[in-house]
């Protein structure tokens, strides 16, 4: 009786599997066929537009440096940073300008250990929410801009238009720069990753993304 039940167990759990991916609805040519389509979809992308898009529509973006507080040293810290990307007619330059005091956590950081990566996602205006998208999910965009601070010169020739921009798009700025010693800043960008599909992201070099135009 014993040996009978054995030559019965493998039959048993193949059935039970087979059980299962019944009822979950897996099928291998189900995956093909969504895999297939993922593909698709991602050669007609262009990422480089969508870093664009993603930088030029939003007011601010999550800020990732390297810590220099000394209850975290060498800690990842992140901060919320207000940034325009625009010239003073409003249309996108690619450039993400943005204001910096020594009093927040940005400020000594970069000066200590200059690499910070800009997060910009497009649940910042809730496009993600509206789709019925989770911002986890990666049909959400989001762009990873990597890259060096520099603090621009006040005598540069552009200066006072990307300053005035800046205003422009951030009124409260204005009370910014005469309280808390502000000093306006451009991140120099050295890497690009764009996910807003399924198959991982993409690796955008800086030269497509300042030659791409945003929607």
Known sequence: MMEANTSILPVFLLMLFSSFEFCTGYSALEDARIIAEYKLHLRNTDHAQVARKLVHQANWA?????????????????NIISIDDSDLDGTSTGRIHFLLTDLDFTGPDWQHINKVTFLFTDDQNLNCKKRGEDPMEPTCARTMISGKVEKLDTNSVNYKTWLEAFKSRHPAAKNWLKAHNFYLCELQIENIFVLDYYGGPHDVAVKDYYNAKPN
């Open 62 to 78: 999550s800020v990732g440096s390297i810590s220099t507080n000394e209850k975290i040293t060498d800690y990842p810290m992140v």
